[in-house]
């Protein structure tokens, strides 16, 4: 059976831990997409943990984790990543696979992502300046390079220093730091031998388990609010984020997929600039982002606070073809007198709906709200939906019926045991 997990808003729903969760009976689990500018956190047994280019269902026993060729790779944090499961003794020898056709976020690519981001001045997208935009661009400009040279050192060496020949012109005229070929090749040389014994075929690995029923789990990253060409562009990833980026991501025909679950978390949140239309005045904002500790998992940023916004959710559970939902960050919630919930826009007094918007108009556009009862019970340890504050059940049957897919899991707290099946 093959099952993905995407996120529905701007990101950081929560989707390591439903993988975390969905990930306890999978034989594999798959990124297929982005960089490590997404951030996963599972928290197992009260200790936290954070990912980044790893997919999250590592922690379990029988999972082994493949890496397919949608995603680009930081070597050095990949290096840093294997190093601190090591730490954590978790053997990864059998358990991660890695694609070499995966691109390589190289050190220009940083440079010109900070470079850019710099000459843009207040018009600056908030990226997070790892070098996924400029990777992605030399991806699709035939100057990318990808693990396959780095396992073949002569082109690795080859391409590398014409690309550093270019690219040292740009940010030169940018008024940034140049590269030091000689002093980058002597790094990579050292991390090539940490990266080459996960490097393996990952579509025939896939292609078997596929035809002899195994368990897949695809594990998206960012959220369908950021993808390169749903999102309110230029403020978005640089990847795709929505169900077809499977097959080209990780080689699985859209066919055999069975159950694709969107993750959305009980409010909006995201980083960086962009419009962001249900966005909360700062002293509501700051209480939500206290009680949820609502901070990136790779930049450390606040991340903005709005409340749900089901105009843009609806679009992504359409286009992804949904098969259920999973709510997290229900407890947040408790303790608010009052709940709203975005049910449509309008632009200058007429009705539009978000696939009709550009950053434009979502940052001109007015919400329309339907306000909800909050409730005050602490829900944190609640295991039955039953149990659930009459309100609570009343929220969240309003946004299925609204989004017209079932609630499967609900979260209602940040430990892989918080959690309430239906």
């Known amino acids: 059976m093959v099952n993905a997990v995407i996120g529905l808003q701007w990101g950081d729903e929560g989707k390591g831990k439903i993988v975390d969760l969905l990930a306890q009976d999978a034989d594999y689990t798959v990124r297929f997409h982005g960089g490590n500018n997404a951030g996963h956190t599972v928290v197992i047994n009260g200790k936290t943990y954070k990912f980044h280019l790893i997919p999250s269902g590592i922690f379990n026993k029988q999972t082994v984790a493949l890496v397919g060729s949608g995603v680009i790779i930081d070597p050095f944090v990949l290096v840093d990543e294997i190093k601190f499961f090591a730490k954590e003794g978790v053997n990864l020898s059998n358990k991660l696979v890695i694609s070499p056709r995966c691109h390589l976020i190289m050190p220009y690519h940083i440079g010109l992502d900070k470079a850019y981001e710099k000459q843009r001045g207040q018009d600056k997208l908030g990226t997070t300046g790892r070098g996924i935009g400029p990777c992605f661009a030399d991806k699709v400009s035939y100057n990318g390079i990808r693990i396959y040279e780095l396992y073949n050192w002569e082109l690795f060496v080859d391409k590398f220093t014409l690309q550093v ?168 919630l408790s303790g608010q007198k009052e709940i709203k919930v975005c049910i449509g826009y309008t632009l200058q007094g007429k009705k539009i709906s978000y696939e009709q918007c550009g950053y434009k108009e979502l940052g001109q556009l007015d919400v329309v709200y339907k306000t909800f009862p909050g409730w005050s019970e602490n829900i944190s340890k609640i295991k039955k939906y039953p149990d659930l504050p009459r309100p609570c059940q009343n929220y969240l049957q309003f946004i299925e019926d609204q989004l017209d897919v079932p609630i499967k899991i609900v979260s209602v707290g940040s430990d892989r045991s918080a959690s309430i099946y239906r």
Not at 180 to 190: G, I, P, R, V
Not at 234 to 239: A, C, D, L, V
Not at 312 to 322: D, H, M, P, R, V
């Open 165 to 332: 020949e270019i690219k040292n012109k740009i940010l030169k005229a940018l008024g940034a730091k140049a590269i030091d070929t000689e002093a980058e090749l002597l790094q990579f040389k050292n991390v090539r031998a940490e990266i080459l014994p996960f490097i393996g075929d990952v579509y025939l690995i896939l292609s078997k388990a596929v035809a002899n029923n195994k368990k897949i789990l695809l594990e998206g990253a960012h959220g369908v609010m950021l993808d390169i060409d749903w999102s309110p562009y230029p403020f978005s990833s640089g990847s795709s984020v929505v169900s077809g980026a499977i097959n080209t991501g990780a080689g699985i025909p859209v066919k055999k997929i069975d159950e694709i679950i969107g993750v959305i978390k009980a409010y909006t949140t995201r980083v960086g600039s962009g419009p962001l239309p249900t966005e909360l005045p700062e002293d509501l904002a700051d209480s939500l982002r206290e009680k949820g500790q609502e901070y990136g998992t790779t930049t450390g940023r606040s991340r903005r606070i709005g409340w749900l916004d089901l105009e843009a959710t609806k679009f992504a559970c359409q286009i992804n073809s949904l098969s259920a939902l999973a709510v997290t960050k229900l407890d947040v």
